[in-house]
């Protein structure tokens, strides 16, 4: 399992957004660390399909994605932030149409859905509005809904922002569990928040991607 990044580009307008991002990733949890504005968004929106790069390659297992379509999108969750979220929907109800809109089968969803659930401990809350939910139990749906059809590959954007210390320490936990056999990415501009989780470091500024280090090498260095 293997994702290469070649000279990524995306510029908007005159704004060079990536400047020629290069990257290997295998199995692992990555933090993509960057402050606002560095191009993380940018990245994980060229990385799922909604945006297209201006220039360069990303390649799954040596094969282009963009030549794979519909396949690389099966293989890829994600989570995004919370303003995604429909308060009406029940937490199942939202994970039900998110599985129909994945193209999952029934009886697979069927199956998968009561699984999460209890994985980030929301089996008891299935049939509650989403509305009525804490910030940290919004971000474990999100997590349920990335992890729904067993992607190979899981890409989460800002996964503890704005809860408190205490929440932010067991969605790392559940990112722990999650993540295993996986290429995970973790987007964020807090430190602390990838730090303990990630098993290497992608530092990206102004487009550029500085180093990948290990978390030791990046302890040392800050
Ligand atoms: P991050 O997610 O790290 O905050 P972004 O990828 O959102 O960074 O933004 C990278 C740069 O590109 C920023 O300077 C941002 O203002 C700019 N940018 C992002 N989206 C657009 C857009 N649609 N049009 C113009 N500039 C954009
Ligand atoms: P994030 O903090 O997650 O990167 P932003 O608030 O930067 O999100 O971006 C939200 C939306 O606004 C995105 O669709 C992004 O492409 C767009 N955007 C960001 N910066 C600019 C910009 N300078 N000009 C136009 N659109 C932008």
């Known amino acids: 399992m293997k994702l290469e990044i070649r000279e990524l580009k995306k510029s908007y307008g005159k704004k060079q957004a990536l400047k020629g991002i290069n990257a290997v990733l295998t199995e692992g ?28 390659q990303i390649f799954y297992d040596g094969e282009n994605v963009a030549a794979m379509g519909s396949r690389f999108r099966e293989i890829l969750g994600y989570m995004p932030q919370q303003q995604s979220l429909y308060p009406n929907f029940t937490a199942e109800g939202f994970l039900s149409y998110m599985a129909a809109l994945r193209g999952m089968k029934k009886g697979r969803a069927g199956e998968r859905i009561p699984e999460v659930l209890r994985q980030v401990g929301l089996w008891d809350v299935a049939g509650d509005k989403i509305g009525s939910f804490s ?3 919004k971000q474990r749906l999100l997590i349920a809904q990335a992890v729904l059809d067993e992607p190979k590959i899981l890409v989460l954007d800002e996964p503890t922002a704005g809860l408190d210390p205490k929440q932010r320490i ?35 500024r102004e487009g550029e991607l500085l180093t990948d280090s290990t978390r030791e090498e990046l302890t040392a260095r800050l």
């Open 170 to 204: 067991a969605i790392r936990n559940l990112i722990s569990e999650t993540a295993v056999g996986k290429i995970v990415l973790i987007a964020t501009h807090v430190v602390t928040d990838v730090e303990s989780v990630a098993n290497r470091i992608l530092l990206i």
């Open 135 to 137: 910030g940290g139990m």
């Open 29 to 56: 949890v990555y933090g993509f660390l960057g402050p606002n504005g560095a191009g993380k968004s940018t990245f994980m929106n060229i990385l799922t399909g909604n945006l297209k790069a201006s220039d360069g």
